[in-house]
């Protein structure tokens, strides 16, 4: 993730914020609201981050054949990270 759990609180916060001025929800628990806003962003800023583990888990299991045919990890790690965003529909 490229941004701190700090400055994402910051920005529900902030979205929070910006929201109840606005008057575009209306809510008796700010701190609730706030809470899930922070979950929500982390959920999709971590995103790649999942993406990425999952693609050192693939790249793991076939270490051994790759080393043999003399795959470019590099090269295998862009091709199914693509593929995983394709599959995942994700925006990254």
Partial sequence: MHFSKEYVGYLAREVTNKLVEG???ETA?????TQRINAALLEELTLEDR???EVR???????DEMQRSGANYQEMFKKIKNEL???YKAVL
């Fill in 23 to 25: 008057e575009f929800i």
């Fill in 29 to 33: 628990d700010k701190a609730a609201v």
């Fill in 51 to 53: 993406i990425n583990d």
């Fill in 57 to 63: 888990i693939i790249l793991d299991t076939y270490a």
């Fill in 85 to 87: 965003v394709r599959k």
